[in-house]
Every structure is written in structure tokens, then in C-alpha cells.
């Protein structure tokens, strides 16, 4: 039953498949759901000096956590070098490609409007039943153009800069805002504007006893992902724990509560269908206006659904913005 909801990254009875296409080796977690493919997710492990050439996504959107490793990546003419922890948003129509720096280094990704296994396991099947066709140039750049993947030329003149000054990275520890909680800070790494308003991303930063609950059935799945520390979720009857490197994957319609074991735990909200950044400010607004303002807590509760957000810190005191 633990495997319904707990998904363990480096545990192999916990991934729904494993490809390998000859460069790339694939662990899938998550099927893309529903019309806008959201919420597939898989790790990539490669190899030192493994290269994924300069490509365009016609549609979609890629989000890769680095679990592992360091990656020199190459965005819109500007390059930079990346480690575990960061994070990097492509959205469509942005040229990009990367060169592994370490043995093992492993891709966390996240997509929507891809069905990137899909498209593998397409390729696969072709290089398996039609030897050499995959390789043929012509055939290639029509199968690419069908999966909407646009190949470009990999740049010779390219501008080094670090990695704060490539808006596409979201560096470890750096969020686009920040909300500061007691025992919580919400630091938003993905916008839903960058996201053709499918989702957002958001990384919290918990110390040890904080809560969060589910307060009324809804439509989304949730997926979380924990980055470091621990949490122990109760969904449904079953209790179980999350640790570092651990997703969880929560139903539409499945009621849910977590507390953090440990102080210092980071937790990734890839599944954030909530219009978590405007309910913030939002909330900062009014309760620096009025201190009281939230007291009722009917109003408090239709507050929260007016940003379609049915998640609650239950015992959060929300303290400032940065
Ligand atoms: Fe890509």
C-alpha cells in the first residue's frame, strides 16, 4: 500500500518503467494526467561528459531539479554552470542544451505539455523494428517535428556569466518571492506566467512540528517532492514517512495531512495548482492593514478558495514578506 502514494527516486520497485535510449537512462515515476500532461516526472541519471544538443520545444514546458552532480548548460547564447540543488524552467521556444561534468549525475524533471516518455518510447520502438532509420537525418528532423522538438545548431560563440544572471536558473536557496512564516518560508521558484498557467513551484523551507492539511475535496492531485529531511504524511487511513530524494504523489479528491519530522526540511510543491503567489500577497495586504482581519475563520476559509488554495498551515503564523 506505501507504494501507492510514496514514490522513492533511487528505489527501482518504485519506477513505473526504465528506459534506456543508448545515451540516457530514464527512471519514469509519473505518466503525464490529464489534458495539459502535467505532473510527469522522471530522473535522467548521465554520464561525465554525456551532451544533449542545442533543441527547441515548440510546446511545453521542462523543470529540472539537480539531484546530483553539475551540468555546464547552455540557454539563449548564455552559459553557465550548474549544481545539485539548483533548478533550471525552460518554457517553450527557448533554445537550450547541456554537457554532464559528473559520472551520475542526475536530471530530476518535470514536464507538462510533452509526454517526454512517450516520445522515447516511440523512439525506441523505431530504432528497434526499422535498424538505422532513427539515424537517417531526413527521417530524424521529421520524427523531432511530429514530437515538436525543434533541433538547432550547437553555438560556438557563447557568453559565460554565473548562474544568478541567467533568469532561466533558479538557484538553490533563491526564490522569486519569499514569505516568511514561524515555522515555514515559501520561496516561489517556477511563476505560473512561466508555466502558460498550468501550475506553480514552490520550494518551503520547514522546521520541525509544522503542519499542513488538506480542508475540503478538490480536483488536483498534489506532488511533492522532498529535497532534504523529513516529513510523515497521513493520506486516507495510511501514515507513512517521505525522506530526502522521496515524491509524493497524492489522488484528485484524497484527503491528506503532513507534519515535518526535522528542522531544516525543503520541500519541493511540484503540483501547485493554487494561486499561491497572489493569495501571499494578497494576505500580506490586507493583514497589514488590519491585524484582525482573518480572525473569522469562515472568512478566513473563503479567502483561501477565492485562490482555489485548499491546503492550510494549520499551525503557521505568518510573520513577512521579502
Ligand atoms: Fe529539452
Redesign the pocket.
Given at each position: 500500500m506505501e507504494k501507492k502514494y510514496l514514490i522513492k527516486a533511487y528505489d527501482p520497485e518504485d519506477w513505473l518503467f526504465d528506459l534506456n535510449d543508448g545515451t540516457e537512462e530514464v527512471h519514469q515515476f509519473i505518466m503525464p494526467e490529464g489534458p495539459r500532461m502535467k505532473n510527469e516526472c522522471s530522473d535522467t541519471f548521465y554520464k561525465k561528459g554525456d551532451h544533449v544538443g542545442y533543441?527547441i520545444?515548440k510546446k511545453g514546458c521542462?523543470t529540472f531539479y539537480i539531484a546530483k552532480g553539475s551540468a555546464e548548460i547552455t540557454i539563449r547564447g548564455k552559459r553557465c554552470v550548474i549544481g545539485r540543488g539548483d533548478m533550471v524552467h525552460?518554457p517553450p521556444n527557448t533554445s537550450?542544451g547541456f554537457t554532464f561534468l559528473e559520472e551520475g549525475t542526475v536530471w530530476r524533471e518535470l514536464f507538462h505539455d510533452i509526454d517526454m516518455s512517450g516520445s522515447t518510447i516511440n523512439k525506441n520502438w523505431i530504432k528497434d523494428h526499422y535498424p538505422g532509420m532513427y539515424e537517417e537525418p531526413h527521417f530524424r528532423s521529421w520524427y523531432l517535428d511530429k514530437v515538436k522538438n525543434f533541433q538547432r545548431v550547437d553555438p560556438v560563440h557563447v557568453k559565460s556569466v554565473t548562474k544568478d544572471e541567467m533568469w532561466e536558473v533558479r538557484p538553490y536557496g533563491y526564490g522569486l518571492s519569499s514569505f516568511v512564516f514561524d515555522k515555514a518560508v515559501l520561496k516561489q521558484k517556477v511563476g505560473r506566467w512561466e508555466t502558460d498557467n498550468v501550475h506553480e513551484i514552490w520550494m518551503a523551507v520547514l522546521k520541525k512540528g509544522a503542519c499542513v492539511q488538506w480542508n475540503r475535496p478538490y480536483n488536483e492531485s498534489n506532488l511533492f517532492m522532498i529535497a532534504k529531511g523529513s516529513v510523515r504524511f497521513r493520506v486516507l487511513d495510511e501514515e507513512f514517512t517521505a525522506e530526502a530524494d522521496n515524491l509524493v504523489h497524492i489522488p484528485p479528491y484524497t484527503k491528506f495531512e503532513a507534519e515535518v519530522l526535522e528542522d531544516g526540511t525543503e520541500v519541493l510543491d511540484y503540483g501547485c495548482t493554487a494561486r499561491l503567489l497572489d493569495m501571499l500577497e494578497d494576505y500580506d495586504a490586507l493583514i497589514s492593514t488590519d491585524a484582525h482581519c482573518f480572525e473569522d475563520a469562515q472568512k478566513k476559509k473563503e479567502f483561501f478558495e477565492k485562490y482555489d488554495c485548499y491546503i492550510t498551515g494549520t499551525n503557521l503564523v505568518y510573520s513577512h514578506c521579502e
Amino acid at each position: 500500500m506505501e507504494k501507492k502514494y510514496l514514490i522513492k527516486a533511487y528505489d527501482p520497485e518504485d519506477w513505473l518503467f526504465d528506459l534506456n535510449d543508448g545515451t540516457e537512462e530514464v527512471h519514469q515515476f509519473i505518466m503525464p494526467e490529464g489534458p495539459r500532461m502535467k505532473n510527469e516526472c522522471s530522473d535522467t541519471f548521465y554520464k561525465k561528459g554525456d551532451h544533449v544538443g542545442y533543441h527547441i520545444h515548440k510546446k511545453g514546458c521542462e523543470t529540472f531539479y539537480i539531484a546530483k552532480g553539475s551540468a555546464e548548460i547552455t540557454i539563449r547564447g548564455k552559459r553557465c554552470v550548474i549544481g545539485r540543488g539548483d533548478m533550471v524552467h525552460i518554457p517553450p521556444n527557448t533554445s537550450h542544451g547541456f554537457t554532464f561534468l559528473e559520472e551520475g549525475t542526475v536530471w530530476r524533471e518535470l514536464f507538462h505539455d510533452i509526454d517526454m516518455s512517450g516520445s522515447t518510447i516511440n523512439k525506441n520502438w523505431i530504432k528497434d523494428h526499422y535498424p538505422g532509420m532513427y539515424e537517417e537525418p531526413h527521417f530524424r528532423s521529421w520524427y523531432l517535428d511530429k514530437v515538436k522538438n525543434f533541433q538547432r545548431v550547437d553555438p560556438v560563440h557563447v557568453k559565460s556569466v554565473t548562474k544568478d544572471e541567467m533568469w532561466e536558473v533558479r538557484p538553490y536557496g533563491y526564490g522569486l518571492s519569499s514569505f516568511v512564516f514561524d515555522k515555514a518560508v515559501l520561496k516561489q521558484k517556477v511563476g505560473r506566467w512561466e508555466t502558460d498557467n498550468v501550475h506553480e513551484i514552490w520550494m518551503a523551507v520547514l522546521k520541525k512540528g509544522a503542519c499542513v492539511q488538506w480542508n475540503r475535496p478538490y480536483n488536483e492531485s498534489n506532488l511533492f517532492m522532498i529535497a532534504k529531511g523529513s516529513v510523515r504524511f497521513r493520506v486516507l487511513d495510511e501514515e507513512f514517512t517521505a525522506e530526502a530524494d522521496n515524491l509524493v504523489h497524492i489522488p484528485p479528491y484524497t484527503k491528506f495531512e503532513a507534519e515535518v519530522l526535522e528542522d531544516g526540511t525543503e520541500v519541493l510543491d511540484y503540483g501547485c495548482t493554487a494561486r499561491l503567489l497572489d493569495m501571499l500577497e494578497d494576505y500580506d495586504a490586507l493583514i497589514s492593514t488590519d491585524a484582525h482581519c482573518f480572525e473569522d475563520a469562515q472568512k478566513k476559509k473563503e479567502f483561501f478558495e477565492k485562490y482555489d488554495c485548499y491546503i492550510t498551515g494549520t499551525n503557521l503564523v505568518y510573520s513577512h514578506c521579502e
